[in-house]
């Protein structure tokens, strides 16, 4: 009987949904595994064959677990907004939410065809106000919340003002935008607003001024990673660097935090010290500059305190708050120059050039630890969202600095007597620093750093900067707050709205606030976001609902915000969802946190690494400080698939015609590649017809062949649509199954690496299922396995696939798991297996990789129960011990012929048979051996 994988994939398919196959409760008689993938961003395109590697090997590990015993939740969503389903609204006027729809219809139609033991009644969307009703509900806690230092976590703003009204700042150890100082008088002296604008300052989401990738064209923020090469990933428009009042979230105070967690969760080493290099704490000392001659000063964060006698000048990033300050009106018109090239490019583009660019803001500092004058200069190497936005120059030591002072020929003074300071070497020696001043000699610094190491130099420097009031000691971080806002139709809506120009937040009975109808999906002619577009944009305190912008009068009704959150407010607490999707009272109820708790496995990219995974841990603990996450960490062990790269072909057509010749013909010819549909070709051989139907001008192209084929040439390249390289998987499960598919991609090579795509391996995959359905089925249809005892030798197969199978799909070398099958397949073939139990256990290793044909066949065994739910075998070692052990005979240490032995035979035994072998003697040649070496169970070697 054939293997008619349409059918049977179809019959499971259907019986999965009536019979609720992978839906999961919380089961407290069971442990629970949760799997997680980063869920997708439905586009218009759907699926290619590189989407699902990542969920074929997340559903593998779930069906594993759940064959062990486990309760698994296996769940899938959407990422449902974003900027490019607003671009096709712009582009056509269809509303986002239609293609939106239709582009998740598509994708759950690909998904459901690859046989994913998803949960889906479980189904997120972030575009559902049920689901992003808990967004905002989140981000008006953070609105509600400050950070305490102290206590280390997010705390009620209620406690911030019993403070404030008992004793001010005093006291206070909270992180904050900027320091400030006030008694408690002061306060209660403040209006509403200045009590607000105070509160501001503290809150963990709060309004701020800050730079950001502002593309006029999109009318939108962008985010860093949609931003390349100065021009943004959607449209290729210029980017803009600008400094925007936006919504924030202060991830910065929980930096440590951040850092800290790494040490308990299962991440590789890369992406644990790719997070470490984002989060970067360094300790050091803040410094305060005077300016020269001016009533201003300013503060600079360095871990090399004791260099401050290096100075030679200071740089202040170009979007800082000094640089008008401090511009001399000589140098403000080629100060504003610069800054206006600045401003055409991104941080990362900064951050990644080398080059040497600045200018010189006419004003001077004065070093608090030498009294000398040092000029102040512009430069984009210096970022003002890094420490303080402000650096102290001491090129002798520092790689940029020394560039920038060889650039603009400034002075370069060496700290270590001796120190030979060249392009090849900044570093001071690690040793001495001898180029403080002598004691006494200067009146401005009495600070003598002669004789010390580095260590102990860095440690005087800090107690003389405490002691002096010069500035403080202070861990500092490199991660900044993240920014909150876009001008942007299609993404959550902020439940705030506008009193006397400060952000208040709607009662939380009335969420979710939900997004509006608007005409159009540009901002407004005045520059505002689309939401300004919206006629009903206004709300009413008293009624507690959304009513016309006629009626705002600014006392019982008020403007609401226009800004929408940006893409990562709905991917940061999806897992916690996923837990309980269905409640409308809370988050995740406590019962199902405290039953499913975090996610065991989390499948994605590593894109990721810096945006999404950050951001979901800080959200994760501020919602752990609040009582509603019971794990601090949301993702236990992660794991980053690699990326299925495309398999281009080529055809080679002869210049200035239409005739295409055959790829090992080219060479004869002056020929040009072109880029081919690998969809019409099979095993680099072309559909000849359907490459002439493909395009018109191929209607009437000719053809030289080679045997009477024309084969292309290839190359691995990005799958992409514009080489042509993009494989549809519907067309694979069409021709091969959905199986073939899962174990195909499995079979490409480890989950974690990047690989190509080549269909031409994807016979084989399908063979071996063949193969596989051929011990269980004879030609005439009949049911092959029997009651038989098993034979020591199938024994011996099947438990050697069980210890395979069970350590490979626990490290996820799934692709040896495959091999694995295809050996023991083969030797149960030519064994003629027909033993029951020996077949059903080879049916539950394949469940987790290949489910429709293994709920076929299980059925088929006479289970009236899915597959799913079966055990997972262990294996026993007594069936894989070897009754004999063959071992290669050498000459010299030259191989030359096999000899098979007991297992337990012993080196006399098996000295003395090799001797007595008729071939030994003809390699010794009457030659007396000089000593015989036996490596048990594996060599024996004569030496002559």
């Known amino acids: 009987m054939e293997y008619n994988f349409r059918e049977i994939e179809k019959k ?41 590697l990542g969920y074929i090997a997340s559903d593998i590990y779930a069906r594993y677990k759940r064959l062990q015993g486990f309760n698994v939740l296996n769940p899938m969503g959407y990422d449902a907004y974003g900027l490019p389903a607003e671009q096709y609204a712009i582009q056509t006027g269809q509303h986002p939410a239609i293609t939106t729809q239709n582009n998740i219809n598509r994708y759950r139609e690909q998904l459901d065809k690859i046989g994913f033991s998803f949960d889906w009644d479980r189904e997120v969307r972030t575009c559902d106000p049920k689901y992003y009703h808990w967004t905002q509900w989140a981000f008006q806690k953070m609105f509600n919340s400050f950070y305490c230092n102290t206590c280390g976590k997010a705390q009620p703003i209620e406690k911030l003002i019993e403070h404030f009204e008992k004793q001010g700042t005093e006291g206070l150890d909270a992180a904050c935008s900027e320091e400030l100082s006030f008694n408690a008088d002061e306060w209660k002296a403040m209006s509403e607003k200045q009590q607000q604008e105070t509160l501001m300052n503290y809150r963990i989401a709060y309004l701020g001024e800050t730079m950001v990738n502002w593309c006029p064209q999109l009318g939108t923020v962008l985010a860093n990673d949609e931003v390349v090469d100065g021009v943004s ?63 201003l000063e300013f503060t600079i964060f360095t871990t090399r305190a004791d260099t401050m006698f290096g100075v030679t000048f200071m740089v202040l990033a170009p979007e800082s708050e000094l640089v008008p ?167 959550e809506p902020f439940p705030v709205y506008y009193k006397d120009g400060m952000p208040y937040m709607i009662d939380e009975n009335k969420l979710p606030l939900e997004l509006p109808e608007v005409d159009k999906f540009l901002p407004t002619e005045t520059g505002e976001p689309p939401l300004g577009h919206a006629t009903k944009w206004a709300w009413d305190v008293e009624k507690g609902e959304v009513v016309e912008n006629t009626k705002i009068d600014n006392v019982h009704v008020f403007p609401l915000e226009l800004n929408t959150m940006p893409g990562f407010a709905g991917s940061s607490a999806y897992y916690l969802r996923y837990m309980d999707p269905h409640n409308d009272k809370a988050l995740v109820s406590e019962k199902a946190d405290r039953y499913w708790q ?98 018109p001008e191929y209607h009437d192209a000719e053809f030289i062949l080679e045997d009477g084929k024309y084969i292309c040439g290839w190359a691995v390249e990005k799958m992409s649509k514009s080489m042509y390289n993009v494989v549809n998987p519907d ?53 092959l396995p029997t009651e038989s005892e098993a034979t020591k030798e199938e024994l011996k197969s099947i438990h050697k696939l069980i210890k395979k199978v069970t350590g490979d799909i626990e490290v996820f070398s799934y692709n040896t798991s495959i091999s694995a099958f295809m050996i023991c397949v083969n030797e149960l073939t030519a064994l003629k297996s027909r033993n029951k139990a020996v077949l059903t256990d080879l049916v539950i290793l394949l469940a987790p990789f290949a489910p429709h044909l293994a709920e076929e066949l299980w059925e088929a065994l006479g289970h009236g129960t899915t597959v799913c739910d079966a055990q997972w075998p262990a294996w026993n070692e ?47 040649e009457g030659k007396t051996p000089k000593k015989v070496i036996i490596v048990p169970k594996k060599i024996v070697n004569i030496v002559l």
């Open 731 to 783: 067309m694979i499960v069409e021709k091969y199954g959905a199986d073939t598919l899962r174990m195909y991609e499995m079979f490409l090579g480890p989950v974690e690496q990047s690989k190509p795509w080549d269909t031409n391996g994807i016979d084989g995959v399908h063979r071996f299922l063949k193969k596989l359905w051929n011990l269980f089925y004879g030609r005439q249809g009949e049911f």
């Open 12 to 52: 499971w398919q259907q019986k999965w949904v009536e019979q609720k196959t992978y839906q999961v409760t919380e089961d407290e008689s069971k442990q629970k595994f949760y799997v997680l993938n980063m869920f997708p961003y439905p586009s218009g395109a759907g699926l290619h064959v590189g989407h699902p």
């Open 233 to 295: 990933e959607r449209g290729g428009y210029p980017v803009v660097q600008k400094k925007m009042r936006q919504w924030c979230l202060r991830v910065s105070a929980y930096a440590g935090r951040l850092l800290d967690g790494l040490d308990h969760i299962d991440w590789t080493d890369s992406l644990k010290e790719t997070q470490r290099n984002w989060i970067g704490r360094s300790e050091g000392t803040e410094v305060r500059f005077k300016v020269k001659d001016r009533d």
């Open 325 to 491: 300050q401090v511009t001399t009106d000589g140098q403000r018109a080629e100060v504003e120059a610069y800054l206006d090239r600045t401003k055409k490019r991104t941080e990362r583009e900064r951050i990644a050039d080398r080059r040497v660019t600045g200018v010189f803001s006419g004003s001077y500092a004065i070093n608090p630890f030498t009294g000398d004058a040092v000029p102040i200069w512009i430069s984009d190497y210096v970022l003002a969202g890094y420490g303080t936005g402000a650096i102290m120059a001491v090129p002798a030591h520092d790689s940029r600095d020394y560039a920038f002072a060889k650039h603009f020929n400034l002075p370069i003074v060496p700290l270590v007597e001796g120190c030979d300071v060249s392009e090849e070497s900044f570093d001071a020696k690690e040793g001495i620093v001898c180029n403080s001043p002598k004691a006494g000699v200067t009146p401005y610094c009495d600070l003598n750093l002669n004789g010390l190491t580095i260590k102990e130099a860095i440690a005087a420097t800090k107690e003389y900067v405490k002691a002096h009031h010069l500035g403080r000691v202070k861990v500092n971080y490199r991660l900044r707050d993240a920014i909150f806002s876009r001008q942007r139709y299609w993404g």
């Open 598 to 695: 975090n996610v065991d496995l989390y499948v994605g990219g590593t894109e990721h690494a810096t945006g999404h995974l950050i951001y979901s841990r800080f959200w994760n603990k501020f919602l752990f400080d609040l009582g509603v996450s019971v794990k601090e960490e949301p993702f236990q062990k992660l794991v980053n698939q690699g990326m299925i790269q495309g398999r281009s072909n080529f055809v080679y057509r002869i210049k200035d015609t239409n005739t295409f010749v055959s790829l090992g013909l080219k060479d004869q010819y002056d020929v040009t590649p072109l880029h081919v549909d690998v969809n019409i070709v099979t095993n680099d051989v072309l559909d000849i017809e359907a490459f002439k139907n493909w395009r």
């Open 878 to 924: 007594d069936y894989l011990k070897e009754d004999t052990v063959k071992y290669t005979i050498s000459f010299n240490g030259k191989a030359r012929f096999t000899m098979e032995f007991p297992a337990d035979a012993d080196n006399d035994t098996i000295q003395a048979a090799v001797m007595a072998e008729e071939q030994s003697q003809k390699w010794i």
